[in-house]
C-alpha cells in the first residue's frame, strides 16, 4: 500500500450565514437551513466513503482514509451548498479545512482543532488544507491547489486552498495511481536505471549528457528514448540508423523515426542489431 493510501485525514467543515439568516427569518426558519445544508454535506462524505462522520450544530467532522477522497468530499460538499437557493436575499455558505489526523501531535482531538483554525482564519466558501496534507495528495488533485490569499485569510500555519476547476475524473485517477506504482529496470554494462513516475524518461545516445552513454559511432547523438506514459512504457527513436527491439517471444524489428509499446521484457539495440552486439545491448524488465 502507498503512502497516500495509508494516510488517514480529517475534513472539518461549518455553515457560515445562520446569524443573518435567523435576525430575518427567526431562529427555526434559519435552523431549517442549516439543517438541510448539513444533510447534503453528509450524503457527499458518505459518497465518499468517510470512515467517521459526525454531525454537530451547523458543523460536520469526518474522517478518511487518504487525501484524494477528503478533498473530493470537501469540494462536492461546496458545490452542493452553493446549489441551494438564497433565502430572502442570504444564502448560506460552507467554510472547510482539511488536515492530517496525525497533525497537532498526541492530544485528544489536536487534528480537529488545528481543521477548526483554519476553518476560523479563512473566509465562507473556502476551503483550506494543511500544507501537510497537500503533500499526500495525487499529483492531479494537487494541482487543484492555490495560495491562499494573505491579506483575506488568516490562517494559523502553512495551508493552500482549493480552487474551483474541475476535479480530475475517476478514470485520470485511476490512471495516475497506475503510473505511481509501474516501474521499468534498465540496465547497461553494469549498471542499472529505474523508470517510474518520478523519473519517467531515460535517453539514450552517444553523447555524454544522456543517461545511458552508447560508445558505437552507429549510435546517434540523441539516438532514443525510453518513456513512462499513460500507464505505458514507450520505445521512441530519433536515431539516423534506427532503433533494434527485440522482446523475449518475439522476432527482433527496427522502430525508427516512431515508438512502440514495450512488452515486459527485452533488449534494445541502439542502430545496430542485438543480435549482432548483445554486450552493448540495453535490458530492460517490467518490475
Known amino acids: 500500500m502507498n503512502e497516500r493510501a495509508a494516510t488517514r485525514c480529517l475534513l472539518y467543515a461549518d455553515v457560515a450565514g445562520r446569524v443573518r439568516l435567523s435576525v430575518k427569518l427567526g431562529e427555526a426558519e434559519a435552523g431549517y437551513a442549516v439543517e438541510r445544508c448539513l444533510n447534503r454535506m453528509s450524503r457527499c462524505a458518505e459518497a465518499y466513503s468517510a470512515e467517521g462522520l459526525e454531525l454537530r450544530p451547523e458543523v460536520i467532522v469526518a474522517r478518511f482514509g487518504d487525501a484524494d477522497s477528503a478533498l473530493l468530499a470537501a469540494r462536492e ?14 444564502k448560506l455558505v460552507l467554510r472547510a479545512g482539511v488536515v492530517l489526523e496525525s497533525e497537532g501531535g498526541d492530544e485528544e482531538g489536536a487534528a480537529e482543532k488545528m481543521a477548526a483554525r483554519l476553518v476560523d482564519g479563512c473566509n465562507p ?33 502553512p495551508a493552500l486552498e482549493l480552487g474551483n476547476a474541475p476535479p480530475p475524473t475517476p478514470a485520470e485517477l485511476r490512471q495516475e495511481a497506475l503510473q505511481s506504482v509501474r516501474q521499468m529496470r534498465v540496465s547497461f554494462r553494469g549498471q542499472k536505471w529505474v523508470i517510474d513516475a518520478a523519473h519517467p524518461t531515460l535517453l539514450f545516445g552517444r553523447e555524454t549528457g544522456n543517461d545511458i552513454v552508447v560508445s558505437d559511432p552507429r549510435v546517434s547523438r540523441q539516438h532514443a528514448r525510453i518513456e513512462l506514459r499513460n500507464g505505458l512504457f514507450y520505445l521512441a527513436d530519433s536515431s539516423t540508423n534506427g532503433t533494434y527491439l527485440l522482446e523475449e517471444g518475439a522476432a527482433e524489428h527496427c522502430i525508427k523515426r516512431g515508438e512502440f509499446a514495450l512488452s515486459e521484457k527485452g533488449h534494445i539495440g541502439c542502430g545496430f542489431s ?7 545491448a540495453v535490458a530492460f524488465a517490467l518490475d
Open 77 to 90: 460538499m461546496r458545490e452542493r451548498v452553493r446549489a441551494l437557493p438564497p433565502m430572502s436575499g442570504i
Open 125 to 157: 466558501d473556502t476551503i483550506t488544507v494543511s500544507e501537510s496534507l497537500s503533500e499526500l495528495l495525487s499529483p492531479s488533485m494537487r494541482r487543484l491547489l492555490g495560495k491562499l490569499d494573505d491579506a483575506a485569510s488568516n490562517a494559523p500555519f
Open 274 to 280: 542485438v543480435g549482432d552486439n548483445m554486450s552493448d
